[in-house]
Each structure stands twice: as structure tokens, then as C-alpha cells.
């Protein structure tokens, strides 16, 4: 079985979830069910069914967070000493070469990417196409809309 490749903030957050899981919304849920049933006929108990839609919705988190947990392969990046190439947990400054505008990413594991906090997984295509790079270097990729080209401005390891 391979193991993927996360942060150690990746993994924080990932058991964070699954401690709320496990902790907060599993007991939330069964009570929310207990009360429902307490109610009378199931058949037409919409309370009933949320809360077992809901209950089944945790309970497959959890399963997919205890499984990704225990095959991740948690990295320390501050130890990586890969200079300003970028590798696995590279936090990267970017300036678009077209339009001149910048950007910050870091490349993380895929259960842990979230394009929102600039976080993108080590298998998407921007990423694939930084791995190796150095600061001062450009390079292109295919995105969704069409070829970007960037210049690598800085890469740090925080």
C-alpha cells in the first residue's frame, strides 16, 4: 500500500476533524435520532431521516479520515533543507507573467488541499509543473482556461 505524502499542519487539522467528529457531532447526532424516533412512526418521520442521513454522512468521514490518516506519511518540511527548489510542502510565491499579478501557494498532500487557503495538492497540474524548480525560474501549465505562464518569485519552507 503507497503511502501519501501530507504536511504535519495537514495532519493536525485532519485529526482536529476527526476528534469533532468522533467527540461533538457523533453524539450530536445519536440524541438528534434518539429524540426523532421518541416521536412515533418512521415512516413518515422527516426529523427521523435527517438525522440518519446526517449520522451516515459522519460515520463515512470518519471512516475516509481514520483511512487517510493511517496510510499518510506525514512530512516535516522544515527539515527537507531543499534550498529554494521546490518540492513536496514548498510554500511559493508566484507572479503571473501575462498579467503581472501575485500569488502564494503551498503544495500539500491531496486529502489536505483547499484552493481557498492556497492550499493545492501535489498532483495538480500547477504543482506538477513546480516540482524541481528553483526561484527566478518560469514555467507553464495547462489550467482549466488555458496555458498560464509564472515566474517563480521566492520558495520557503515554513
Do not use: C, W
Not at 21 to 43: F, M, N, Q, T, Y
Not at 47 to 71: M, P, V
Request: proline share 3%.
Amino acid at each position: 500500500m503507497s503511502r501519501a505524502p501530507m504536511t504535519r499542519a495537514g495532519a493536525e487539522r485532519l485529526r482536529g476533524e476527526l476528534d469533532r467528529l468522533k467527540s461533538v457531532d457523533r453524539p450530536k447526532v445519536i440524541a438528534a435520532i434518539a429524540e426523532a424516533r421518541a416521536h412515533g412512526d418512521l415512516k413518515e418521520n422527516a426529523e427521523y431521516h435527517a438525522a440518519r442521513e446526517q449520522q451516515s454522512f459522519i460515520e463515512g468521514r470518519i471512516a475516509e479520515l481514520e483511512a487517510a490518516l493511517s496510510t499518510a506519511e506525514v512530512i516535516d518540511i522544515t527539515r527537507l533543507g531543499a534550498g529554494n527548489r521546490v518540492v513536496f510542502g514548498a510554500t511559493v510565491d508566484l507572479e503571473d507573467e501575462d498579467s503581472g499579478e501575485a500569488v502564494t501557494y503551498q503544495i500539500v498532500g491531496d486529502l489536505e488541499a483547499d484552493i481557498k487557503k492556497r492550499l493545492i495538492a501535489v498532483s495538480s497540474p500547477i504543482a506538477r509543473a513546480l516540482i524541481g524548480k528553483s526561484a527566478g525560474d518560469s514555467f507553464e501549465f495547462t489550467a482549466p482556461n488555458g496555458v498560464k505562464h509564472y515566474e517563480i518569485v521566492d520558495v520557503r519552507y515554513e
